[in-house]
């Protein structure tokens, strides 16, 4: 029996692989996949949007020069693969850093790819071109950013200013897509031109988005798809129900509540469901300019007031994740380990005596059961965002804070927050990929368009430089925790939980990988294809 062994490990090794193997040639070419969606984005200019309404249907439209791998869960460093670039270097002062781009590759409309069209991409990303982007919500992410200059038609240099060791990573996310020169931004808001495995059909606000296959796309057999419908159902339990009903093949990915998929899971047992983190939080803002909240002690003790746990089993059944503005762990590279955030104002899971501490600073400044603060809570109008802003406000009255709640539609809501337009709001922090680099520079930098909350602080700013330079992760690493902990101390805008959602789709779709670190970057869908 022993002798046999090897040879029975062996055949199943051979069989293993036979069947790895066959699994890879199964694909089939054809069908149109068919999913709901659930709002409806102001454009589909990735550059000038922020929100997965614009990103899952319009990513699929494009390339990076890099990407993150599209079967790799957790993003990172090791998972980044070429897209529009064969390869890349960096030169010995790490501040060079070089791409060689494949040759032959067309935008839709026939023209060529050339490195032309990247440098035109990062100057105006960065103001420096005659047409500019109505908003540049990612312009922070390239402070470091010297210049781009083009080498000839098919090599393209990025000069930093400083070594930056995860300026690749910001290239390879999905908000990081290359742009025709020749497509001035207004047209790419409502007729997007891109080089990726779709194109656009059809975009009409409130009621679909359509793309079809590319039949030149530069990448060998891809897509599978003949393509992709998206139709925009904004409320979730009419849309569940036709997904029940057969009438999609998936849902909005990273978009179904808890219970929403135990009413899948019951009523379509042959579904596929799987839940996973975000990497978007659900933050309170508080516009530092508008009295009383000009005065720190006023925001410290709305951050006293919040019990996180309370809106994690009232919206998420207890199945979301407590942590500060980067992803908690495992999911999480950067986070905070929980021994350190439970130091944290507000973090202290004794609710009763952080909102007596609370109460205590309402009653130093003049208010209290006979006289409340009365404000208007500011909330995008969907379900996202309008459910934890209802129990905001219930919270906020325990501390003598009462508020009515103010829905704004998807169009107008992020010029609102980037006017300040706000004196309290419940926001999403949508985080573009686990990175320090994105998340500080993006939302808590001088003057970043969307640092919502306007907190500014020089000193720490230093130190964003500093983590964003340090080549050694594990040293990064702890200079990362020491930053957040120190802008949660500052109250610069109070993270609430970080939100788990599910994905459920019929046993037909095949290929796909949900990421677990950001809902930001693995919507191209060039190598899913459907079983039917």
Not at 113 to 126: E, P, Q, R, S
Not at 337 to 363: C, H, Q, W
Not at 373 to 385: A, D, G, H, K
Not at 500 to 507: H, M, N
Request: with cysteine; net charge neutral; aromatic share 10%.
């Amino acid at each position: 029996m022993m002798r046999r062994l090897p040879t029975l490990a062996a055949t199943a090794a051979l069989l293993l692989s036979c069947l790895v193997a066959e699994a890879a040639f199964a694909q089939k070419p054809g069908g149109i996949l068919k999913m709901y969606h659930f709002d409806s984005p102001a454009s589909l200019s990735l550059h000038e949007e922020v929100t997965f309404a614009a990103l899952g249907p319009a990513m699929g439209l494009f390339n990076n020069l890099v990407m993150f791998d599209q079967h790799v869960a957790q993003a990172n460093f090791s998972s980044i693969v070429p897209d529009l670039a064969t390869d890349w270097s960096w030169d010995s002062s790490k501040t060079e850093l070089r791409f060689r781009l494949y040759e032959g590759v067309k935008w839709h409309d026939g023209k060529p790819f050339t490195a032309n069209d990247v440098k035109c991409t990062w100057d105006t990303l960065l103001g420096r071109s005659n047409e500019k982007f109505r908003l540049n919500p990612r312009k922070a992410w390239y402070q470091n950013l010297e210049e781009v200059t083009v080498k000839n038609d098919h090599e393209v240099m990025f000069r930093l200013k400083r070594p930056q060791p995860s300026f690749i990573a910001l290239l390879a996310s999905g908000w990081s897509p290359v742009y025709p020169c020749h497509v001035p931004p207004r047209e790419m808001r409502s007729q997007p031109i891109g080089t990726g495995p779709f194109k656009l059909v059809e975009f009409k606000p409130n009621e679909a988005i359509k793309v079809r296959r590319n039949p030149e796309y530069w990448k060998k057999d891809r897509p599978y798809l003949d393509g992709i419908e998206y139709t925009i159902i904004k409320n979730p339990s009419t849309r569940v129900l036709a997904f029940i009903a057969g009438k999609f093949d998936m849902t909005t990915p990273y978009n179904l509540t808890i219970p929403l998929m135990r009413d899948i899971q019951s009523q379509a047992p042959q579904a596929i469901c799987e839940l996973t983190p975000t990497n978007v939080a659900r933050n309170l803002i508080v516009n530092r300019d508008k009295p009383p909240f000009d005065n720190p002690d006023i925001r410290r003790a709305m951050a006293l007031s919040l019990d996180r746990k309370a809106f994690i089993d009232t919206i998420n059944e207890g199945k979301a994740d407590i942590g500060g503005a980067m992803l908690p762990p495992p999911e999480g590279i950067w986070g905070m380990p929980p021994e350190m955030l439970r130091t944290l104002p507000g973090y202290d899971p004794d609710v009763a005596k952080n909102r007596s501490e609370a109460r205590k600073i309402m009653e130093e400044h003049g208010y209290g059961p006979d006289k409340r603060l009365n404000i208007t809570v500011s909330t995008r109008s969907i379900p996202q965002y309008r459910d934890p802003a209802i129990i905001l406000i219930d919270q906020l009255k325990q501390i003598y804070i009462d508020g009515d709640l103010e829905e704004i539609e998807t169009v107008n809501w992020y010029p609102k927050l980037m006017r300040k337009d706000f004196i309290v709001g419940l926001n999403l922090a949508e985080n573009g990929l686990d990175d320090p680099d994105q998340t500080f520079y993006e939302n808590f930098a001088c003057g970043a368009d969307r640092n919502y909350t306007g907190y500014c602080n020089p000193e720490l700013e230093r130190e964003f430089d500093r983590q964003s330079t340090e080549p050694n992760q594990e040293k990064r690493k702890h200079l990362v925790w020491e930053i957040d902990r120190k802008l949660q101390e500052d109250g610069a805008r109070p993270m609430i939980y970080h939100n788990r959602a599910a994905t459920c789709w019929y046993p037909q779709v095949k290929g796909l990988t949900l990421m677990v670190n950001s809902i930001y970057n693995g919507s191209r869908y060039e190598d899913v294809w459907l079983d039917k």
